[in-house]
C-alpha cells in the first residue's frame, strides 16, 4: 500500500464519513450529498464518487435486507431500466467535464430541489412504469455526471401514499442499486485506481457505523422528522458546495 495515501484528508474524510453514514442511514438516501461534494475538494470528483461508492455498498448490505421486504417492486423495477441507461452516459460527462464545473453543478442542483420541499410541492401525477423510469433516468444522468442523483429519487417516492417506512425502502433500494451501476461505470471508465479503492475501505467502518447510528435513529424518532431530515440535508449541502 502506498504510505501517501494515508494523510491528514483522509483523517477528515473519516469524520465526514461518520456523518454520511449517520445521514444515509437515516434517510436512505441523503449520504452522498454531503459526502460526494466534500471529498470533491480534497480529490477529483470522478475519485470522490469512486471513494464514497465503496463505502456507501457496504453502508447499505445493513439497510438492505429490511428494505427489501417493505419495498414496492413494482415501481422500482422500471426505475432501476432508467438508471442503466442513463448512468453511462452521465459517467461519460463527468469523465469529461471541467471537474470545478461540475463541484458547482453539484450545489445548484441539490439548492434547486431543497427549494422544491421548501416549497411544500408534491408531485401529484402518475405512478407506475413509465414516471418510474422517468425519475431513474433523471437521477441516473445526474449521478452519473455528479454523484448526486438522490433527490429526485427521494421527491418521488416522498411523495407517495405509503408510510415513511415503505418511502425509506424504496428510497434505500434504489440508490443501492444506482450506486452500484455508478462503480461500475467508473470502472469501466478507468476512474478507479489501487489508492482510491482502499482509500475507499479505509472510510467503509466509519461509513458503516453512521449508518448503524442512523437506522437507529430512523426507529426511535418520531416518522415527521423524516421528511425534514431530508429537506435541511439538502439545503445545508448545497450551500457548503458553493461555499467551498
Not at 469524520?15 to 434517510?27: C, D, F, K, Q, S
Not at 438508471?83 to 450545489?107: K, N, T, W
Not at 433516468?137 to 415503505?166: K, N, Q
Not at 471508465?189 to 482510491?196: A, I
Request: proline letters at 6%; a positive charge; charged letters at 5%.
Amino acid at each position: 500500500m502506498d504510505p501517501s495515501i494515508v494523510d491528514t484528508a483522509l483523517f477528515y474524510a473519516l469524520g465526514v464519513a461518520v456523518l454520511n453514514g449517520l445521514i444515509h442511514g437515516y434517510t436512505g438516501f441523503g449520504g452522498a450529498l454531503l459526502m460526494v461534494p466534500l471529498l470533491s475538494v480534497l480529490y477529483s470528483p470522478v475519485e470522490a464518487i469512486a471513494m464514497v461508492g465503496v463505502a456507501m455498498v457496504c453502508g447499505s448490505a445493513q439497510l438492505y435486507p429490511s428494505a427489501a421486504r417493505q419495498a414496492v417492486w413494482r415501481e422500482l423495477f422500471p426505475l432501476f431500466a432508467g438508471l442503466f441507461v442513463f448512468v453511462p452516459l452521465g459517467a461519460y460527462l463527468l469523465f469529461h467535464l471541467d471537474p470545478q464545473l461540475v463541484r458547482r453543478s453539484m450545489g445548484g442542483f441539490i439548492l434547486v430541489f431543497a427549494a422544491i420541499l421548501m416549497s411544500g410541492w408534491v408531485y401529484g401525477g402518475a405512478r407506475g412504469g413509465l414516471p418510474s423510469a422517468l425519475v431513474g433516468a433523471l437521477a441516473g444522468g445526474i449521478t452519473g455526471a455528479s454523484g448526486v442523483g438522490g433527490p429526485p429519487i427521494a421527491l418521488y417516492f416522498l411523495a407517495s401514499p405509503h408510510p415513511a417506512e415503505i418511502q425509506r425502502a424504496n428510497i434505500v433500494i434504489s440508490v443501492t442499486v444506482m450506486t452500484l451501476v455508478v462503480l461500475i461505470s467508473i470502472a469501466l471508465g478507468g476512474g478507479f485506481s489501487t489508492n482510491v479503492v482502499l482509500r475507499g475501505l479505509f472510510l467503509t467502518p466509519a461509513s458503516l457505523l453512521g449508518v448503524w447510528l442512523g437506522a437507529r435513529l430512523f426507529a426511535t424518532m418520531p416518522k415527521s422528522y423524516f421528511r425534514k431530515a431530508a429537506l435541511w440535508l439538502l439545503i445545508a449541502t448545497g450551500f457548503t458546495i458553493l461555499v467551498f
